[in-house]
Every structure is written in C-alpha cells, then in structure tokens.
C-alpha cells in the first residue's frame, strides 16, 4: 500500500485520521514521491489535497530529521481564490501540528515544518515577514505569484523552491489568468536554483492531457522529467439530483407569486437538513435570495458569501457555516471551489449553472468526505430554464462534460509579464522569447508576434509619441533587453488578468470600515439616505465621497438590492448542444402523439 513508504510517524498519524488512502492517494503518492510531475484528476472530496501534500510533507519531514531542512522556501501552492487560500492555510498547520505532535510522542526530534500566506488580503508587515523569514510552504494566489518574482528581495526567496502546486487547475486554464500563471510558472523554474516539481490537482477538465500539457509547459526535449503523469480516477462520484419547480405553471419569466412559492420550497429543504449551500448567478440575487430567506428564518440562520463583501465579512460567514451556526448560506462562484465549510448535505442551484463542470463542481459541496453522496436540487424558474436543468441532468448522468477552454498567447498578458521580468532582471531577447514558448499557453506565439510586443514596449505607440512612455530599452544590435526607470512599479501596480470593474467600495461610518463595494454606476445613481442591502445588512446611504460609498448602520429598514452589471454566465457549447438535442426529441415525441 502506498502509504507504507510514508515515515513511520507519518503512517501513524494518517491511520489515525483515516481508514485508508483513496485510490487518487494509493495512485498518486509513489509518482509524487519520486520527482515525477503529477496530475491527480478525480471528483471532488476524494482527497486530492492531501494527495498532493502528504508526500511533499514526508520529504520535508525526514530532511527535519536528518538535520539537511534549512529555513528557506521549499514549496509553492497556487489556488485560484484568495478564500481558498486562506482555507489552506488553516488545513495545513493542524495536520502539520498533529504529525509533530506524534514525533514528540514516539521520542523523534524534528524541526517544525512552516507554512506562509500571501494573498490579495495579506496586510504589508506579514507579507514583509514572510521574505525575512520564508516559510517551507508557501500558499499564494498567481496575482501574488506573479509580484513575488517580480520585486527583488522576494524573488530571492523563490530561488530555494522545489515543488509548485496548482489546485483547481481547470479553474485557471480556461481564461487570461491561466496565460498569465503559464508565464509565472516559467518564471519561476528560471529562477529557482533546483528542478521544479509541478503538481496539477483537479475535478473536471476536458481533455485532461491538455490540462497535463499546461502544467508541465512547453519544455525543450533534453529537459529531465518533463513528461507528466496523469492520475485519472474519473470526474463523477454517485449524485443524488432533483429537478424543482413551483407549483403553479410555469412562463417565460418568474412571477412575484412563484417567488413566494419558491422561498418557501427552499425553507422547507433548509429545516429538513443541517446544512445548505444555496448557489446562484449573480452577487443581485444573492442579496436578494438571503434577504427573503432571513425573512423566514431569521437574521442569524442564513448569510450572504459573494466577491464584492469584504475579507472579513466572507471568512465570518464560513466560519460561521463551518461551525454550524448558520442553516444556509447564499453564494456565487466565490463558495464554488474546494473551500472547506464544513458538512454540507444539501446544494441547491437557483436556474442552470450555464455549465456542466461549473455543476458537478457546486454539487460536489455536499457530502464533501469519502463515503458520502453529493446531493442537488436544481430550482427550475422558467420553463426555457426547465429545458436547461433536463439538459444538465442528462448530461451528467451521461457523463459529458465541457471542454475546458485555453486562450491562445494573449499579447497583453505577454506583454505585462515581459515588462516584469526583464524589469526584475536584464535579458538576452532569445532567450526571453524561448522562456516564454516553454509557458503552454504561448507555446505558438511567433517571434514575429515577440518582436512586435517588445517594439511597442520599448519604441511605444507611435514614433511621434516619444520613449517618455516606455518601460524597456532595447539594445537591437546585441540583441539585450533592460528595463527603463519605472518599470517595475508600473508592473507591480498593474499585475493579474483579473477585468477590472468600476466598482465603489462602501465604508461604514464612524469606524471606516469597508463592507464591500458596489457598481460604480449604482453608486452614482444613488441619493443620499437611500437604504440597501450588502451582506444581509441594510445600510443607509450618507455620501459619495471620491471612490468610497460612505454608509451607516440602517438597522434592519426596508432596503433595495444594488445591482453589478455583466456578471451573468453564458451557457457553454457542451450544455447548448445538450439543450438542443432535447428539444429536437420533445419536438419529435410531440409530432408522433398529433
């Protein structure tokens, strides 16, 4: 069994969590273990972090032993959401703490294994300390990726790193952020001093050696160990899923009426179970489904878990949830990845996901442990919504799934990382432009392509427009890049793909607290003493005051909701052909019964 490689202490402590390894676990860890770079593809709750971990753990755990585990920065672990990095955190200092717990019990002496954070969220004298003293583990986003390899102090830290981990993988590659980490990922093999082990960790994906394929890059054939190993123990677990709808009929939109039936439905699943996460499209609906629901159920039984509530009020709300002091929680994507909330046995989605991954992936909330069955209910509320929840349901119980799409070499998002890195060091332009062919995602940029993105980041726009805007000097006869003065600053305040939005953050006053932000244009359009809900709070509108919404305590008055503009999924390819193909066979039964 795989687990007997472990250390003995690390056997000890894992047979007295666990009945046995999963088969992602008996599969993935000898291929870890020995260098080799590792996919683990397999449903949500099977144990795949730890799949990941366990194994980079027992390595740095007998270097403790043997007295060779300096106080430098050994592993890096990617997540694409700065909850779930938090999440991390939290879940690797008690298993951590446990396994040294059980070395002191057994007489083994061994120097504790660290563990950093930085994320978006991280304040500047942790981030700061984390370069004075870098931990073992060091869990990030690849926004703060991408500014650790770029400022100078830090990316000396990152020289000593053996082993990148990328979790939720497929939640990276399908958009620019995954261009953007494809880069850092080489960059960050350039500048580590040893060969980078990369470990892809994912629940649906398709094709799943594509997603192989951006996680390895785009090495040269004399490369050692490029191949990936993909585990592939399916993406589909049993699931137990429903379909709900109102009992009056259904039409083309949602009446008031069918509202209230709804809400009611949903209270009366919320008491049947401990724990419901109820996932919709939109931040609007969110506040709007949890403002209903605490009607029902009271102030302290439901809560809202978007993107635009604060730090603070989000890691309250899954405590709370984790802790069980909430019935439910109202959510969008923010809840969607492997963030642990605790026992959930019920997932409720209001209308279609748009997505057959982005379904199995909310489904997978519930019964989110070995042994336990994901249970959904989809609420149905149109008919075209109708069709479309059929659809879903017959896609999964047919196991098709979307295909994971790649942008193709973004020139921006190239040219944002050059500016970086030649900014962080000086660069011969060949090997710059081989460094960027070995990222996946511009595995077919052409040199023309590289030329024309350097020409405008050294020679600007146009020729009349002067080099008083450029960031980089290109030595054309040597063939050299350096960076300009302001170089660096300008990519440090300009890192990510993340789209920027035109969003007011609202402050409440007297103590000048942020509690999120609202559109720019709902801001605006807003009067003084107007009253809305953010975060299950009414909040009583006192100025717009430069970038800030100042707010104060409504105490529970009738509120609107704000509204965020484009924000709504479109429905992928996948579920659009299942859609249609349904119709085409309700159509056909219809015209035999005539």
């Known amino acids: 069994m795989a687990i007997e490689t472990f250390h003995p202490v690390i056997q000890d402590w894992f047979r007295s969590r666990f009945d046995g390894p999963t088969e992602p676990q008996a599969h993935g860890w000898p291929h870890i273990a020995s260098g080799e770079h590792t996919l683990i593809a397999a449903p949500t709750g099977s144990g795949k972090t730890l799949t990941a971990f366990l194994a980079i753990i027992d390595r740095l755990f007998r270097e403790g032993i043997e007295g060779t585990l300096s106080d430098e920065m050994r592993v890096v672990y990617v997540s694409p959401l700065r909850a779930l990095s938090n999440d991390m955190h939290r879940n690797l200092e008690t298993p951590l703490e446990e396994i040294l717990a059980e070395a002191d019990r057994q007489g083994i002496v061994v120097p504790p294994i660290s563990v950093g954070l930085r994320t978006g969220d991280t304040p500047s004298h942790k981030r700061a300390a984390l370069v004075r003293r870098p931990p073992h583990i060091f869990v990030t986003t690849p926004e703060s990726l991408?500014?650790?390899?770029?400022?100078?102090?830090?990316?000396?830290?990152?020289?000593?790193?053996?082993?990148?981990?990328?979790?939720?993988?497929?939640?990276?590659?399908?958009?620019?952020?995954?261009?953007?980490?494809?880069?850092?990922?080489?960059r960050l093999a350039h500048v580590a001093d040893r060969p980078l082990q990369r470990i892809g960790i994912s629940a649906t994906q398709k094709p799943i050696e594509r997603t192989a394929a951006f996680l390895?890059?785009?090495?040269?054939?004399?490369?050692?160990?490029?191949?990936?190993?993909?585990?592939?123990?399916?993406?589909?677990?049993?699931?137990?899923?429903?379909?709900?709808?109102?009992?009056s009929d259904l039409s083309s939109v949602c009446s008031h009426e069918q509202w209230a039936e709804v809400n009611e439905r949903l209270v009366e699943l919320i008491e049947q179970h401990r724990s419901t996460l109820i996932f919709v499209n939109t931040r609007r609906l969110a506040e709007r489904l949890t403002f209903q629901l605490t009607e029902r159920l009271g102030e302290e039984a439901v809560g809202a878990h978007h993107g635009s509530l604060s730090a603070d009020i989000r890691l309250t709300t899954e405590r709370k949830l984790k802790s069980g002091q909430l019935k439910a929680?109202?959510?969008?994507?923010?809840?969607?990845?492997?963030?642990?909330?605790?026992?959930?046995?019920?997932?409720?989605?209001?209308?279609?996901?748009?997505?057959i991954a982005t379904f199995l992936q909310r489904i997978g909330r519930s019964g989110h442990a070995l042994g336990l069955t994901p249970k959904g209910r989809l609420f149905a509320l149109t008919r075209d919504e109708l069709i479309e929840c059929m659809s879903l349901i017959r896609a999964v119980k047919a196991g098709r799934l979307d295909v994971t799409p790649i942008p193709e070499a973004p020139l921006d998002i190239l040219a944002q990382q050059i500016v970086a890195e030649v900014a962080a060091?000086?660069?011969?332009?060949?090997?710059?432009?081989?460094?960027?062919?070995?990222?996946?995602?511009?595995?077919?940029?052409?040199?023309?392509q590289f030329d024309e993105v350097v020409e405008f980041l050294s020679e600007g726009i146009t020729?009349?427009?002067?080099?008083?805007?450029?960031?980089?000097?290109?030595?054309?006869?040597?063939?050299?890049?350096?960076?300009?003065?302001?170089?660096?600053?300008?990519?440090?305040?300009n890192a990510g793909a993340i789209p920027e939005i035109d969003n007011v953050r609202v402050v409440m006053e007297p103590e000048m607290t942020v509690v999120g932000s609202v559109d720019e244009d709902f801001a605006v359009e807003s009067s003084a003493g107007d009253i809305f809900l953010l975060g299950n709070t009414s909040w009583r509108i006192q100025q717009l005051r430069g970038n800030d919404l100042i707010v104060s305590d409504a105490h529970g008055a009738p509120p609107t909701i704000p509204f965020w503009r484009g924000e709504a999924p479109g429905r992928t390819v996948e579920l659009s052909e299942e859609v249609s193909r349904l119709r085409e066979e309700i159509s056909a039964f219809v015209a035999m019964q005539r």
């Not at 500014?147 to 979790?167: F, G, N």
């Open 329 to 355: 929680v109202v959510a969008t994507a923010s809840l969607e990845l492997g963030i642990d909330v605790g026992y959930i046995d019920l997932v409720i989605q209001m209308g279609s996901p748009r997505s």
């Open 463 to 493: 020729q009349q427009a002067g080099r008083s805007r450029t960031y980089l000097h290109h030595d054309r006869v040597n063939g050299r890049l350096r960076a300009r003065k302001g170089a660096r600053i300008t990519a440090v305040n």
């Open 216 to 247: 390895v890059g785009n090495p040269q054939p004399s490369t050692f160990n490029f191949q990936p190993t993909i585990v592939d123990v399916g993406h589909q677990r049993d699931l137990d899923l429903g379909i709900e709808v109102p009992p």
């Open 146 to 186: 991408f500014l650790m390899l770029t400022a100078e102090k830090s990316r000396e830290v990152l020289r000593t790193v053996d082993t990148l981990i990328v979790d939720e993988i497929h939640a990276l590659v399908r958009d620019k952020r995954g261009s953007h980490l494809s880069l850092s990922m080489e």
């Open 425 to 448: 060091e000086e660069w011969e332009t060949d090997e710059l432009f081989d460094l960027c062919r070995r990222a996946y995602s511009y595995r077919n940029v052409t040199r023309e």
